[in-house]
């Protein structure tokens, strides 16, 4: 695609809003800080993406890495990407697997599972994300269920792209979803332009992982989060810097639900949410987790005020 034809099918909608991300303390009394880019007051979701979690590069040997415990989710998917290192997975489903780097995992709650996340000893620096993806209403009490997939580096005119989820860069990752999706690691070439064919239909949200990132000619840095609206055909993403520069793009039809969350819970009302916290602070619902060295991680307190449901911005 020409500079000219990029310009002309992008111009409509190049407005890219500027996501800063919190830093935020992960998995209880032996927490790790991760940095948090979605939910966020501004905006709930992009797509049926609705919680962006960034971390590293982590010295494992001085924090301690990711330990953890048991805990419970409902309504979702969890999606885990790694940059390096490697976490064991178990959860209640009996699957007991590794996250390693350029390999998706994905899990599905449906209506309650829960797991445990630790860093393995072979892990000197562990550094990723951790996704979650809202499922609808028709889908959100689906069986429990987890998919593996170790997708091929594809070739980009400037850089590479590790596609896990949907469709890109003529790549679609066999890992199945319950709404239409995207989500691809994107390597850039220092100084390199790289524009890339999206589905009109989806919005996007681009992560900088490392190095300084144009998208639409609107500078991110590493831990941004830009967020672009539907109606573009293409997106454009330059590399400013003199290094690689790594980013994860995510993309999806809006998703129209109102949703509530709170902690590790999905649903679509507050009553919904106080079922959730009492069936796993009483041992129903969710199963068990074989093989974790430790106890599960209790539900916090739920606020004063009552969970109100929230949907994507307009």
Known sequence: MSTAETDAATAPHTTVDVLPARDVPLGGPRAMTVRRTLPQR??????????????????????GGMDVAPHPHTGLQTVSWLFSGEIEHRDSLGVHALVRPGEVNLMTSGHGISHSEVSTPATAVLHGVQLWVALPEQHRHTARDFHHHAPLPVALDGGRARVFLGTLAGDTSPVPTFTPLLGAELTLDPHATVTLAVDPAFEHGLLVDQGDVRLA???????????LAPGATALTLTNTSDTPARTVLLGGTPFEEEIVMWWNFIGRSGEEIVQARNDWEKGVRFGEVHGYDGGRLPAPELPSIPLKARGRVR
Do not use: N
């Open 42 to 63: 501004s905006r709930t979701l992009i797509g049926a993406w609705c919680f962006v979690d960034h971390y590293g590069p982590d010295d494992v040997a001085r924090t």
């Open 217 to 227: 000619d609107t500078p991110l840095h590493p831990g941004d989060l830009g967020y």
